[in-house]
């Protein structure tokens, strides 16, 4: 049932995210008057499509359907969408057209600056999606903001890299970070070579092993909320309603264990499920020893305390600029990760993934929260990947658009295909490396 959720999440998503994007090169055609043949979720490879308004049926319970202009579809393929649009050299490399006297209806004889617009129109569309529903998700739910003050808890990899549980990041070079929540990405998206920490009273400078960035791309969860075990509350049905235990209290150690931070906490608890275990517990400047029971899931049924985790809420007037600003700031990381793609001594290529890691990103249970914080950064990515001046792509339609409109010399047809050619491989390279990548972490 799970994996069922997440498809149909990841089918949802795409189904939007693609007739939005479609819709804007649509929108833009129809303005100008360029005749749009065809407009499709997903691919009808093949000629197979599994709905057309051009289907007998269709055109026998509406009739008018027969003169529409354009033919409405959905295909079998979900790896994309398309707006076939008249007289423009595309995937679907119909060079018959182009055999033809060209047409005023045609994309090939519009201005440069409307071809421009018709093929920014998708990358626009994203963008504006993405803004609408970060506004939605700021007024409806707020943000959750951590503080880059809070004590770190390190994996493996942290501990390999210098930096210990309890330090407190200060710096990346010259960087000053501010969200806690980004710090991991934030060192690998600038490279950082030196991170200054605050350890105890001591100001350190942490010179960072280069070689090691990939391990820090792929390996996430490296700078955990060090969370002090301080006793918010004690559940109902926890079997320690009746232990003694005080809001305040601060849970020092376990079976003699020092568990300074929750994390410790649960290791210990994890390996004696259903145990009773002798607990030290600090109230003021008192400390107290206390029997303790661990359920069979490895708890104690205490709800903690959650230090510095701050929800800032937004009127609708507020989350407008808000969400604004959280739009340019996520197109900005996520260039640098692309950046960072590129470099390949990062080896942040083996973090690129197909429509199997976009499915394991969906929770496991509906949450509008979650699919709609999701939903705008996928339209982020579909944009920006977009706007890459790579020919098949809407960016390397507009670099020509472009140097047609600075040169006033307009590139030949077979230019157009051979690039059109090019491009088409390099997304098929692209899209083996995602398959193959997703493929690999599935095996190990």
């Given at each position: 049932?799970?994996?069922?959720?997440k498809?149909?999440?990841?089918?949802l998503?795409?189904?939007?995210?693609i007739i939005?994007?479609?819709?804007?090169h649509?929108?833009?055609?129809?303005l100008?008057?360029?005749?749009?043949?065809?407009?499709?979720?997903?691919?009808d490879v093949?000629?197979?499509?599994?709905?057309?308004?051009?289907a007998?049926?269709?055109?026998k319970?509406?009739?008018?359907?027969?003169k529409w202009?354009?033919?409405?579809?959905?295909g079998w393929?979900?790896?994309?969408?398309?707006?076939?649009?008249a007289?423009?050299?595309?995937?679907s490399?119909?060079t018959?057209s182009?055999k033809?006297p060209p047409?005023?209806?045609e994309?090939?004889?519009?201005p440069a600056?409307q071809?421009?617009?018709?093929?920014?129109g998708?990358?626009?569309?994203n963008f504006i999606l993405?803004?609408?529903?970060?506004i939605?998700?700021?007024?409806i739910w707020g943000?959750t903001?951590?503080?880059?003050?809070?004590?770190?808890?390190?994996n493996e990899?942290?501990?390999e890299?210098?930096?210990r549980?309890?330090?407190r990041i200060?710096?990346?070079?010259?960087?000053?970070?501010?969200?806690?929540?980004?710090?991991?990405?934030?060192?690998?998206?600038?490279?950082?070579?030196?991170?200054?920490?605050?350890?105890?009273t001591?100001?350190?400078?942490?010179?960072?092993?280069?070689s090691?960035?990939g391990?820090?791309?792929?390996?996430?969860?490296?700078?955990?909320?060090?969370?002090?075990?301080?006793?918010?509350s004690?559940?109902t049905?926890?079997?320690?309603?009746?232990?003694?235990?005080?809001?305040?209290?601060?849970?020092a150690?376990?079976?003699?264990?020092?568990?300074?931070?929750?994390?410790?906490?649960?290791?210990?608890?994890?390996?004696?499920?259903?145990e009773?275990?002798p607990?030290?517990?600090?109230?003021?400047?008192?400390?107290l020893s206390?029997?303790?029971?661990v359920?069979?899931?490895?708890?104690?049924?205490?709800?903690?305390?959650?230090?510095?985790?701050?929800?800032?809420?937004?009127?609708?007037?507020?989350?407008?600029?808000?969400?604004?600003e959280?739009?340019w700031?996520?197109?900005?990381?996520?260039?640098?990760?692309?950046?960072?793609v590129?470099?390949?001594?990062?080896?942040?290529?083996?973090?690129?993934?197909?429509?199997?890691?976009i499915?394991q990103?969906?929770?496991s249970a509906?949450?509008w929260?979650?699919?709609?914080q999701?939903?705008?950064?996928?339209?982020?990515?579909?944009?920006v990947?977009?706007?890459?001046?790579?020919?098949?792509?809407?960016?390397?339609?507009?670099v020509?658009c472009?140097y047609e409109?600075?040169?006033?010399?307009?590139p030949?047809?077979?230019?157009?295909?051979v690039?059109q050619?090019?491009?088409?491989?390099?997304?098929l390279?692209?899209?083996?490396?995602?398959?193959?990548?997703?493929?690999?972490?599935?095996i190990?």
């Amino acid at each position: 049932m799970t994996v069922l959720l997440k498809i149909l999440q990841v089918i949802l998503a795409l189904s939007i995210l693609i007739i939005i994007h479609e819709a804007g090169h649509f929108m833009w055609a129809k303005l100008f008057r360029i005749r749009v043949d065809k407009f499709f979720l997903f691919f009808d490879v093949g000629g197979v499509k599994l709905f057309s308004t051009k289907a007998s049926w269709f055109v026998k319970l509406f009739p008018a359907a027969e003169k529409w202009e354009t033919e409405y579809g959905i295909g079998w393929l979900p790896l994309g969408g398309y707006c076939k649009i008249a007289g423009m050299v595309d995937e679907s490399m119909d060079t018959e057209s182009l055999k033809q006297p060209p047409q005023p209806w045609e994309f090939r004889t519009k201005p440069a600056w409307q071809r421009l617009f018709v093929m920014a129109g998708g990358v626009l569309n994203n963008f504006i999606l993405a803004i609408g529903l970060y506004i939605v998700i700021l007024a409806i739910w707020g943000s959750t903001y951590v503080s880059r003050d809070n004590p770190i808890y390190v994996n493996e990899l942290g501990y390999e890299l210098g930096f210990r549980t309890g330090d407190r990041i200060l710096r990346f070079d010259d960087y000053e970070p501010e969200d806690f929540l980004s710090l991991q990405a934030d060192m690998a998206r600038r490279q950082a070579r030196k991170a200054t920490v605050l350890r105890g009273t001591d100001t350190l400078d942490i010179y960072i092993d280069q070689s090691l960035l990939g391990a820090v791309v792929n390996t996430p969860g490296m700078f955990d909320l060090a969370i002090p075990f301080v006793v918010d509350s004690v559940m109902t049905t926890s079997p320690n309603a009746g232990a003694g235990l005080l809001r305040g209290d601060r849970i020092a150690s376990i079976a003699d264990i020092s568990t300074p931070y929750l994390q410790d906490a649960q290791k210990v608890m994890r390996v004696h499920p259903g145990e009773a275990l002798p607990v030290q517990v600090v109230r003021n400047a008192d400390t107290l020893s206390l029997p303790l029971q661990v359920d069979s899931l490895g708890r104690l049924g205490i709800f903690f305390r959650n230090p510095s985790v701050e929800l800032r809420d937004y009127t609708l007037l507020q989350a407008i600029p808000a969400g604004w600003e959280l739009t340019w700031s996520t197109v900005g990381g996520y260039l640098q990760d692309l950046r960072l793609v590129a470099t390949p001594r990062t080896e942040a290529y083996k973090s690129v993934g197909s429509f199997i890691a976009i499915g394991q990103v969906f929770p496991s249970a509906w949450d509008w929260y979650q699919f709609l914080q999701i939903l705008a950064l996928l339209s982020i990515m579909l944009g920006v990947m977009n706007l890459l001046p790579i020919p098949a792509l809407d960016g390397g339609h507009i670099v020509i658009c472009l140097y047609e409109m600075v040169t006033r010399r307009k590139p030949s047809d077979r230019f157009l295909l051979v690039t059109q050619v090019i491009g088409m491989i390099l997304l098929l390279a692209l899209m083996v490396l995602a398959f193959g990548n997703d493929i690999a972490r599935l095996i190990r």
